[in-house]
């Protein structure tokens, strides 16, 4: 975070690379966000009753590498965009992505005891746990996609 800053600050963007590194950032969106509704989805398929506990959780830990590789893809790109760092908006867009980092680790520490525990049914409090990480990750998310679109209309 502290080089995407310095980039941002100091680095000069010509125009080819900026819409080389907008095109990046959106494919990175794609793969990033588009891994975390894939594994959510798969979470919901198994408390619809469609799937085993065991499948959903193999499902998702797959998905961890797209949604790493897609995030770093993010703030690599995006600090080649030229963000303003005095913008509120801006900052409540890195404050989103550093709280998607933070939440994405605890979550492997999540997976790893849902996987432990591998019961039919989930106890309460990793139940309580997943629902809290995936509600972080769809709010951060969603408020990064949003104040990106914003920022670039206007
Ligand atoms: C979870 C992480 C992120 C998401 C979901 C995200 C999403 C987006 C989206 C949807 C756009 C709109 C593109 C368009 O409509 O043309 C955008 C633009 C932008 N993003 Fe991000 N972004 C993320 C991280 C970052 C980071 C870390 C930075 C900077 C360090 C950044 C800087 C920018 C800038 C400056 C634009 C405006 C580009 C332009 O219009 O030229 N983004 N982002």
Redesign the pocket.
């Known amino acids: 975070?502290t080089a995407?800053?310095w980039?941002?600050a100091h680095v000069t963007v010509d125009p080819v690379l900026?819409r080389a590194?907008?095109f990046v950032?959106?494919a990175?969106?794609v793969l990033?966000?588009g891994g975390v509704l894939i594994a959510d989805y798969l979470v919901l398929v198994w408390i619809s009753g469609r799937s085993t506990l065991a499948e959903a959780i193999a499902g998702a830990h797959r998905l961890h590498l797209p949604i790493w590789l897609?995030?770093a893809g993010?703030?690599a790109?995006?600090?080649l965009?030229?963000?303003?760092?005095a913008s509120t908006l801006?900052r409540i867009?890195?404050a989103?992505?550093v709280i998607?980092t933070l939440n994405g680790l605890q979550a492997l520490i999540l997976s790893r005891r849902i996987a432990h525990a591998a019961t039919r049914s989930l106890a309460p409090t990793l139940t309580i746990w997943g629902a809290a990480t995936a509600s972080i990750s769809q709010i951060?998310?969603w408020t990064?996609?949003?104040?990106?679109?914003?920022?670039?209309?206007h």
């Not at 965009?81 to 760092?85: K, S």
């Not at 990064?144 to 209309?153: D, K, L, R, S």
């Open positions: 975070m995407v800053l980039i941002s900026h590194a907008l950032h959106l990175s969106l990033g966000f897609g995030l993010l703030v790109s995006g600090a965009l030229e963000p303003n760092l801006t867009k890195l989103c992505v998607l951060c998310w990064a996609v949003w104040i990106g679109f914003w920022n670039a209309e």
